[in-house]
């Protein structure tokens, strides 16, 4: 004779199956923490999460210290995580099937409008927590790197595809001799326009997403899409995008794409970005590293 399990015991380790799913990659506690917003219905509350993520057994020490933090963030932050779920919400990750790709694109303009106006910050990096101060130390830790590999130059222009709130205007802005700002939200291009509006080299657009057709061939020396991608993936124009990039991008010229998808699998990533780099005449050079602390966000950097 079996027993039926009660509705919350169910409900409880359904919960700790996703919490135990969400630390698989020894991620930070806050990416932790972003991925349960995203992942969780809202009817788990913060205080509920925090005391099931006590009761997950911690597979070693760092797992224990992760756990504990997170459940921590949980009890500390309810506000900040309620903020999360609203912000990532905001913007569906699924396409319906009779959606065209254009249609999608417009849905995705609008759901970044709305997502930025719940915060800024966390609009184009959940882990921030919609703190600018967090968000700061972040972006600078990928002008960093980018640093690292010379991907800047005093005498270079750069092309930044989804420069959402111009985080990486301000930070890059005397590195380059030129940068462009693209996004395809008008509320973000507007908090961009306002926080670049000092920067004499930085320039700002709202365009279609369709392509970069506002653009001259060989007109950029460097490309940068953080975050962008995923949302090309899912439009079905990151193929498009690839081929204008190869366009627009000078000999030599370089692209750091930090993100290319939101699917998981680094090995479909890799193959996707392999194949579009052959098509188009670019080197690979990085191959999808996991080198920031603060954000684990893939990197990849090519080369024409």
């Not at 319906?96 to 990096?125: C, K, P």
């Not at 967090?134 to 800047?152: D, H, K, Q, S, Y």
């Not at 392999?274 to 590293?289: S, T, W, Y």
Request: hydrophobic share 45%; proline share 3%; glycine share 8%.
């Amino acid at each position: 004779m079996s027993v039926t399990a009660p509705k919350g015991a169910q409900r409880r380790t359904s919960v700790r199956l996703a919490v135990e799913d969400c630390m698989a990659d020894g991620i930070c506690a806050e990416g932790v923490l972003v991925r349960l917003a995203l992942h969780l219905p809202p009817t788990i509350g913060a205080a509920e999460l925090a005391e099931v993520v006590l009761k997950v057994r911690p597979a070693d020490t760092g797992d224990a210290a992760r756990l504990r933090k997170v459940a921590g963030l949980l009890r500390c932050k309810p506000d900040v995580f309620a903020m999360l779920r609203a912000t990532g919400g905001a913007v569906r990750h699924e396409r319906n099937e009779d959606e065209t790709n254009a249609a999608v694109v417009m849905r995705l303009a609008s759901s970044f409008d709305a997502a930025a106006a719940i915060s800024g910050a966390a609009s184009v990096q959940l882990a921030s927590f919609g703190d600018e101060e967090r968000l700061t130390a972040t972006t600078n830790e990928i002008v960093a790197w980018l640093e690292a590999r010379e991907f800047t130059g005093r005498e270079r222009s750069i092309l930044d595809i989804g420069c959402g709130i111009g985080r990486f205007e301000r930070a890059l802005c005397k590195s380059f001799k030129r940068m462009v700002g693209i996004d395809i939200s008008s509320r973000m291009i507007s908090i961009a326009s306002e926080q670049c509006a000092a920067l004499g080299n930085v320039e700002l657009r709202q365009t279609s997403g369709l392509d970069l057709a506002d653009f001259d061939d060989a007109s950029f020396d460097c490309v940068l899409a953080v975050d962008s991608f995923p949302y090309l993936v899912l439009a079905g124009m990151a193929e498009r995008h690839f081929e204008e990039i190869a366009r627009v991008l000078k000999r030599p010229g370089w692209l750091a794409l930090l993100n290319y998808s939101y699917r998981g699998s680094l090995f479909s990533d890799r193959d996707d970005i392999g194949r579009l780099a052959q098509a188009h005449q670019l080197r690979v050079l990085i191959d999808g590293e996991k080198p920031f602390r603060s954000w684990d966000g893939n990197a990849f950097l090519l080369a024409r």
